[in-house]
């Protein structure tokens, strides 16, 4: 659980939480939820990954990740847990390192981490300026369903960044599964409704 910090001595730990979920599912709100616990504040935003195509627009994208975040905020009304879990629009880019440079802007002082889901990091090497990225975070990987670590992949990344291994199981769902699918239990229902007020994915 967070603790309270003294700010005069201890730097702002933010988890920085970009995302092409297309369309974010309830893997994606129990990481949020996960997070929350962990980190003085949760940063998250949607982005357009450049290794995909035919990504649904990313406006679209954006409003379901927001809807996302206030259901969360809704399951906890009586406290204020997942009031430090805000979406910041701003921080989009299809480059990491411009949104964690833009994230350093507003929160100069603040110790970063970047979540990634396990599915990224085979990826990881051909990422834009990955070196100068590593050395702005630490990364903490999300074990997901699908998509196992391989041993010799975390070893090649401790050797180039600060890395932790989040240990929290998310549910087995994923994006993909749902456009498959269409089964509205994989996502948020406030995600359901949207997309079906939208004509999303027909």
């Given amino acids: 659980m967070r603790t309270s910090l003294n700010r ?10 970009g995302t092409s979920a297309d369309p974010p599912s309830i893997g994606h709100r129990a990481i949020l939820r996960w997070l929350s616990d962990r980190f003085d504040r949760v940063v998250v935003w949607a982005s357009d990954n450049p290794f995909k195509s035919h990504q649904t627009p990313l406006e679209h994208r954006a409003t379901m990740l927001e809807l996302t975040i206030e259901e ?13 879990v805000n979406f910041h629009a701003s921080l989009s880019s299809p480059r ?8 350093r ?19 990881l090497p051909q990422w834009y300026r990955i070196e100068e990225l590593l050395q702005l975070v630490k990364l903490l990987v999300v074990p997901r369903p699908g998509s196992p670590l391989r041993s010799e992949d975390v070893e090649k990344l401790k050797q180039i960044a600060r890395v932790e291994i989040a240990d929290t199981d998310t549910p087995d ?21 949207y997309i079906d007020r939208e004509k999303l994915y027909a």
Avoid: H
């Fill in 8 to 17: 005069s001595s201890v730097p702002e730990r933010v988890a920085l939480f």
């Fill in 72 to 84: 969360l905020q809704l399951e906890d009304c009586l406290s204020q847990n997942r009031k430090n």
């Fill in 96 to 103: 990491t390192l411009t949104s964690v440079k833009k994230a």
């Fill in 105 to 123: 802007a507003l929160w100069p002082s603040a110790d970063f981490t970047l979540i990634v889901g396990s599915d990224l990091v085979p990826q």
């Fill in 173 to 193: 769902v994923s994006s993909t599964a749902y456009r498959q699918t269409r089964d509205a239990q994989k996502i948020p229902p406030s995600v359901s409704a």
